[in-house]
């Protein structure tokens, strides 16, 4: 089965600074979506990214997947209070539509 | 905006105890998901369905049944609850390109 790596799995930032985390697959990626959850709460879908050198953001939020649509990162400029949470990346299986998610990253931001 | 809806934030049952989990979508998506989340573990997906009275079990389907009787609604029933079982369940619904998820189940077994 695809896999997803994520990292860091933990991330603790001041506010103001930057950060980007990262997933990456073993395997082309036919689909990629970052998802936000807040603790003890569901996902809520961020981004979707499906071609290779794609580049979307939201607000201060950017996400990148690269040409060869094995790795996709998460960029978060100026960091607030606001952006903690667990940020999951999830993909597209070949077979059925399933998703596989990676492990999340828990980012922590010090005001 | 789509919305999926889960029915308790959060439920306490006792060891052997049958627990349904409800999930209601409403943009009229085929397919819908059960996951249940846990601390090192990441989500592991339990049942799909991508049809009304269709199911497939997904990686992890011991312990649990699901229903799919309309088309916006899938529940997930625990037969005989267990300690195990005690998780954040997930629910989410899909047109097939992405999911969207519900705000999530923490259900405690004692």
């Known amino acids: 089965s695809q896999e997803l790596e994520q990292s860091p799995q933990s991330l603790i930032v001041q506010e103001g600074k930057n950060l980007t985390i990262n997933c990456t697959s073993s395997?082309?990626?036919?689909?990629l979506y970052w998802y936000k959850q807040k603790y003890g709460e569901g996902l809520i879908f961020l981004m979707m990214?499906?071609?290779?050198?794609e580049e979307k953001s939201h607000e201060k939020i950017t996400a990148k997947l690269d040409e060869k649509k094995q790795q996709s990162s998460l960029h978060i400029t100026a960091s607030q209070p606001s952006h903690a949470g667990i940020y999951l990346c999830g993909a597209d299986r070949h077979t059925g539509n399933q998703f596989y998610f990676g492990t999340g990253t828990s980012l922590t931001v010090i005001p | 905006d789509v919305k999926v809806t889960q029915s308790s934030r959060y439920l306490v049952k006792r060891t052997g105890e049958k627990v349904f989990l409800e999930c209601v979508q409403d943009?009229?998506?085929?397919?819908m998901f059960w996951y249940r989340q846990d601390p090192g573990l990441g989500l592991r997906l339990i049942y799909f369905?991508?049809?009304?009275?269709?199911?497939e079990k997904g990686d992890i389907p011991e312990g649990y049944s699901v229903s799919r009787e309309k088309k916006e609604r899938f529940s997930l029933i625990l037969e005989s609850a267990s300690t195990n079982q005690t998780s954040m369940y997930l629910c989410?619904?899909?047109?097939?390109?992405?999911?969207?998820f519900g705000q999530g189940t923490r259900l405690t077994v004692v």
């Open positions: 989410a619904s899909s047109l097939g390109r992405g999911a969207f």
């Open positions: 395997k082309t990626l036919y689909g």
């Open positions: 369905s991508y049809d009304v009275k269709m199911k």
């Open positions: 990214l499906q071609k290779g050198g």
């Open positions: 943009m009229d998506h085929e397919n």
